[in-house]
């Protein structure tokens, strides 16, 4: 049986989820201006790393007296710095709803062995966040990539809190609105919504987390790269573009044309807006077909950057499920889940439409779209026809090749 291809192809059909898509006036030759061969440590590269740290702030909103540092190793590099460096002093809470979240969750309790308080939820749901206590510190993902799962907002943390609140917002920073008297240590990457290349983090600490630092020891060594205080003070540099180990400085170069178009398309606003037109654009797809629907089962918790689908057609049963050819119960074949997930992202490659959409290996079988700013809509409006195309191929047996 031949389905009828859509017409329209995405102009860019990279949708992974990180790296994510470069912005879209990207050009190689605008990084031309990266001071390279040059040490991050003359003036020329303290004043790009100074540059990249304060656009940054002023984009985010980030109040003036919070500490912004540029790290190593990604978001992972921020996340375990932040935890290596502050936990340890109060009880520990940690909140898990997809595998990032679960991953720090492991290294809390294996590696730093503290006896946490840990409180999970299944893929498509949050953890219900009234019952944390907030004197507590508080480790947990604010948008959950791996789920599409994100919090609704800062509600449930208290403004006189004891503890310290520890966010992982490494899909959320630029595409939602963080409340920043509500978090403590933010952290994130250049490679999610600003496009940016992978390795470098960013680290956001309030005075209630810098005067922590300065008056807690970790029962733990510490190694050099995560070293955030000397002499029981904090390493100003850090926060001034001195970095721990050496940037690159191309990719920094591409973070600030990254930030430079953030400004263009109206900041912070600008890009909620755009990654919340793509989201919604999902949305409305979903919404008129009864074989496909977002993971995210509230849809106030739905994310506007990794957008996770899963297939609810009966004929695509659960692995668990799965007896191999015709489901008990049903009249036509049945199909298994993971393997139907992964031959729909397959032939929308080879297609050449969309690239990365598998979803997470920890996760329900499914798709996962990013949406982030750098998106742009009618992309994701000329993606989604394509889907239709894959599904139906798939699901009635048609032969007919995706490329062409």
């Not at 990207?26 to 201006?33: E, G, I, T, V």
């Not at 604010?142 to 310290?164: C, E, F, M, Q, Y």
Request: with cysteine.
């Amino acid at each position: 049986m031949d389905i009828t291809k859509p017409v329209t192809r995405p102009e860019n059909p990279r949708f992974s989820s990180g790296p994510c898509a470069k912005y879209p006036t990207f050009d190689l030759a605008r990084l031309a201006k990266a001071p390279l061969g040059r040490s991050h440590r003359a003036d020329v590269g303290k004043v790009k790393l100074k540059a990249a740290i304060e656009i940054t702030r002023d984009i985010l909103g980030i109040p003036a007296d919070y500490r912004v540092g540029i790290v190593p190793a990604s978001d992972t590099g921020a996340v375990e710095m932040a935890l290596w460096n502050l936990l340890g002093a109060r009880r520990v809470e940690m909140l898990a709803w997809e595998s990032f979240g679960a991953g720090w969750v492991t290294d809390v309790i294996k590696q730093l062995r503290i006896d946490a308080i840990v409180k999970t939820a299944d893929y498509g749901h949050i953890v219900d966040l009234s019952s944390v206590d907030t004197d507590n510190d508080v480790v947990f993902t604010w948008n959950g990539t791996t789920s599409g799962v994100r919090v609704p907002n800062g509600d449930w943390i208290k403004a006189d809190r004891a503890g310290l609140t520890i966010c992982d917002a490494t899909s959320a920073a630029f595409a939602q609105d963080l409340p920043w008297d509500k978090l403590d240590v933010t952290t994130f990457s250049w490679q999610k919504v600003m496009g940016g290349e992978a390795a470098h983090g960013m680290i956001v600490l309030s005075p209630r987390a810098v005067e922590r630092l300065e008056s807690h020891t970790p029962a733990w060594p510490l190694p050099k790269i995560f070293r955030l205080t000397k002499g029981g003070k904090l390493i100003e540099g850090i926060f001034d573009g001195a970095t721990i180990n050496t940037p690159s400085m191309l990719v920094v170069e591409d973070y600030l044309q990254a930030l430079d178009w953030a400004q263009s398309v109206g900041g912070l606003q600008g890009l909620i807006a755009r990654a919340d037109a793509n989201a919604k654009a999902i949305a409305d797809f979903c919404a008129d077909r009864d074989w496909l629907t977002n993971l995210a089962v509230d849809p106030a918790t739905r994310s506007n950057t990794s957008v996770c689908l899963t297939f609810t057609d009966t004929r695509i049963v659960d692995d668990a499920d799965y007896r191999g050819g015709i489901d008990k119960g049903a009249i036509a074949p049945s199909f298994k889940a993971s393997a139907f997930a992964k031959t729909i992202a397959k032939r929308l490659e080879a297609a050449k439409v969309a690239y990365d959409i598998g979803s997470y290996r920890d996760a329900p079988p499914g798709l996962r779209i990013w949406c982030g700013s750098t998106v742009e809509t009618a992309d994701i409006e000329a993606l989604m026809p394509w889907i239709d195309w894959a599904f139906q191929a798939e699901i009635t047996g048609s032969t007919q090749p995706a490329t062409g």
